[in-house]
Nanobody, 117 residues
Framework: VQLQASGGGLVEAGGSLTLSCVAS????????MGWHRQVPGMQRELVAM???????NYGDSALGRFTISRENTKNTVYLQMNFLQPEDTAVYFC????????????WGQGTQVTVSS
């Protein structure tokens, strides 16, 4: 499985961005998908995840501002980010986990999100 993330960029505080991640292959429908972010020198943190049954979970930093969704017909997972703040600046990575679920088996290349104050 290969993951291709896109949609990052520079945005002012309070603005919005939507990240997309396209997965190759025919297993997307059964994949658990996630978005993570990483700041240099810090650990990668889970931002949001969505199961193959569309159950969603969010990290504390994303609650109330970000929305994860998936479109199985397009092998794509999205992260809609609203009310962005400078502390959201990071490289955002998408990930995939197939059965048996438990570890993130595949990672995209990352897309930079920069929020200016």
């Amino acid at each position: 499985v290969q993951l291709q993330a896109s949609g990052g960029g520079l945005v002012e505080a309070g603005g919005s961005l939507t990240l997309s991640c396209v997965a190759s292959g025919r297993l997307f429908n059964i994949m658990r998908m996630g978005w993570h972010r990483q700041v240099p020198g810090m650990q990668r943190e889970l931002v949001a995840m969505i199961t193959n049954n569309h159950v969603k979970n969010y990290g504390d930093s994303a609650l109330g501002r970000f929305t994860i969704s998936r479109e199985n017909t397009k092998n794509t997972v999205y992260l809609q980010m609203n009310f962005l703040q400078p502390e959201d600046t990071a490289v955002y990575f998408c990930s995939a986990d197939g059965p048996p679920y438990g570890t993130w088996d595949y990672w995209g290349q990352g897309t930079q999100v920069t929020v200016s104050s």
